[in-house]
């Protein structure tokens, strides 16, 4: 089996990288793959707060790295799905404990028992990313429709694009707020795709249920319910190869907001 | 600020914890405060967030961290890279402390042990030759011992200059004599490194006196009690007991080296992960809050082993 390594970076901070990588790979893993999420922000990890999988870990990946057990002790099974596995990062050490080299192996070695490695990338182009993406052949870019993630976005992609061993890259624009696009307040998901130039993978709507989610340390895949999360399931499934058409996320949530466009379309009409 | 630059020697410290218990103990000394510091460090790895904290540590005293002088690259680049100015040590080998050192001298030198023992057991002897009396005093104490090499930071010495002066003070004391002068000098300061381990007495007691962050880690040969909350992120490791006067909101591990009557005491329990010798405990998964409970109700509690697995009881 050789499965392929994901990277899920954004250059900018608080785009939503960690809430991503969380709820793709829990996603993959419903859909029946075998998946291990690998946090790679050392001294600052959060994948295993968003999974609710704190306090099971023992051994993290500089203990790998620095041979204090073996990759598979360190390999923490999610609570629901026996299909998803976290390789959790240090939080008493930094960045460089751990070198591109090693995180390589280790996405090799794991590529032999799994479908899917996603890589959480920390925030910035520094040693961070680097090793990040050191191992990966596939590159998701989150971003949010603002200038400052949208620049910062085209830097990854700049930097993505001149390593050989990333494959393809696709675009993810996180917390779109379509009824500020309406108002011409926000770019739309168009613009940003036109400015980047790069193919979209998702677009993931702004859900006060992923803040909730993120406290619970529970997935927001796992509420069927939620916008979001279906966007996210149809992130997975766009991974895995299938063809599924973008969601529609100006859908009236409320009862007021379903009998306003009722009306409204009949207005237009 | 005071200008005048105060050197701490952690050259005997070998992990962060005898780090943190030596610069403590250096600030104890009255007119300490609002100083430059100066931090003498073995060959001793340190992270970021470890110097981070011992600076804040400095900082809670009223002081500033001016140079570090380190034999270690790794601690180098990292202190360079935090713009923490870095002196290369003008020692080569790592040495004993200061007052070993005098017992070594006054021996005969082909007997290190019996020396330092012999000057462990009579301290008053020495009182005479020109020490500061306290530094005789605390020699037979077994709470400096245990605070080990942190010890002389009770009276700070600039090597290349105070060390002179207690030379030259040992030379009128026993050698009037001008060829004996000759062999002082040569005499190199420092004893010459041996492979002994540090004794640690493993009652001692460290007690830190701050809120331990996400990323911080304690480690203590010894007990620790912590007079503050313990954030998530956090791990506190002993040889002994810990005791958290505040949330224990961390990874604990008391009793490290398999001692298995260790315990754990919070005033409020939430710890992520309960480890006591090689038994192993978690939070239940229904109350995995991510953020701390501040709560002014505490409920005092304590981890001990029954039957291999770690009980919690109630505190009255």
């Not at chain 1, 870990?57 to 390999?75: F, N, P, S």
């Not at chain 2, 050259?11 to 610069?23: D, Q, Y």
């Not at chain 2, 402390?97 to 462990?120: H, L, M, R, T, V």
Request: glycine share 6%.
């Amino acid at each position: 089996m050789t499965g392929s390594v994901i990277v899920i970076t954004s250059g900018k901070g608080g785009v939503g990288k960690t809430t991503t990588s969380a709820n793709i790979g829990t996603a993959l893993a419903k859909d029946g793959n075998k998946v291990v999420l690998i946090d790679t922000d050392i001294g600052l990890r959060n994948l295993d707060l968003l999974l609710g999988l704190e306090n099971r870990i023992v051994y993290t990946i500089v203990d790998v790295v620095e041979e204090r057990c073996k990759l598979k002790q360190a390999l923490v099974k999610d609570k629901k799905n026996p299909n998803l596995c976290l390789l959790a990062a240090a939080q008493t050490r930094d960045k460089s404990a751990v070198t591109a080299e090693q995180l390589k192996e280790i996405c090799d070695t794991l590529k032999e028992d799994f479908d899917y490695i996603l890589v959480d990338c920390p925030a910035g182009i520094e040693q961070g990313f680097q090793n990040a993406v050191a191992g990966a052949n596939e590159a998701i870019v989150v971003t949010t429709p603002e200038m400052s993630a949208i620049r910062d976005a085209d830097r990854i992609i700049g930097l993505l694009e001149a390593k050989e061993e990333v494959e393809k890259y696709r675009l993810l624009v996180n917390r779109v707020r379509p009824n500020l696009i309406k108002t011409n307040d926000m770019m739309s998901v168009e613009d940003v795709v036109e400015i980047l130039s790069c193919d979209l993978i998702g677009v993931i709507p702004e859900d006060t249920g992923v803040i909730t989610s993120t406290n619970k340390g529970e997935p927001i895949v796992n509420d069927e319910n939620s916008l979001a999360g279906q966007a996210y399931m149809n992130v997975a499934k766009r991974i895995q190869g299938e063809e599924v058409p973008f969601l529609d996320i100006d859908q009236p949530r409320t009862i007021v907001e379903k009998i306003k466009k009722f009306f409204s379309k009949k207005v237009k009409a | 600020m005071n200008n005048e630059l105060f050197v701490i020697d952690l050259t005997g410290c070998t992990n962060t914890g005898e780090i943190i218990t030596s610069v403590s103990a250096a600030f104890e000394v009255p007119d300490s405060r609002e100083r430059k510091i100066g931090l003498k460090l073995s060959d001793i790895t340190l992270n970021q967030a470890q110097i981070l904290s011992i600076q804040s540590l400095i900082a809670s005293y009223a002081s500033e961290l001016d140079f570090v002088e380190t034999l270690n690259e790794s601690t180098k680049n990292i202190c360079e890279n935090m713009g923490i100015r870095v002196q290369t040590p003008q020692y080569v080998e790592k040495h004993e402390p200061n007052y070993e050192q005098i017992g070594f001298e006054i021996a005969p030198k082909d007997d290190n042990s019996n020396a330092q023992s012999n000057f462990e057991a009579q301290p008053q002897e020495l009182k005479g030759n020109g020490l500061p009396s306290d530094i005789a005093d605390m020699g037979g104490n077994n709470i400096s011992d245990s605070l080990g090499n942190g010890f002389e930071e009770f009276q700070p010495i600039d090597f290349n200059e105070d060390g002179k002066q207690i030379m030259e003070t040992y030379k009128k004391a026993y050698d009037e004599d001008e060829e004996d002068k000759q062999t002082w000098e040569e005499v190199d300061y420092y004893a010459p490194p041996t492979d002994e381990p540090v004794v640690v007495d493993s009652k001692q007691t460290i007690y830190v006196n701050q809120t331990l962050r996400s990323g911080q880690v304690l480690e203590f040969d010894g007990n620790v009690v912590i007079i503050g909350d313990c954030h998530p992120g956090s791990e506190i490791k002993a040889t002994g007991d810990i005791t958290v006067w505040g949330v224990l909101g961390s990874i604990a591990h008391a009793g490290m080296k398999g001692n298995r009557d260790a315990k754990i005491r919070a005033l409020k329990m939430n710890a992520v992960q309960l480890r006591i010798a090689n038994c192993y405990s978690r939070r239940p998964d229904g109350t995995n809050i991510p953020y701390i409970i501040k709560s002014s109700v505490f409920t005092p509690e304590e981890a001990r082993i029954v039957d291999d697995s770690i009980v919690l009881f109630k505190i009255n």
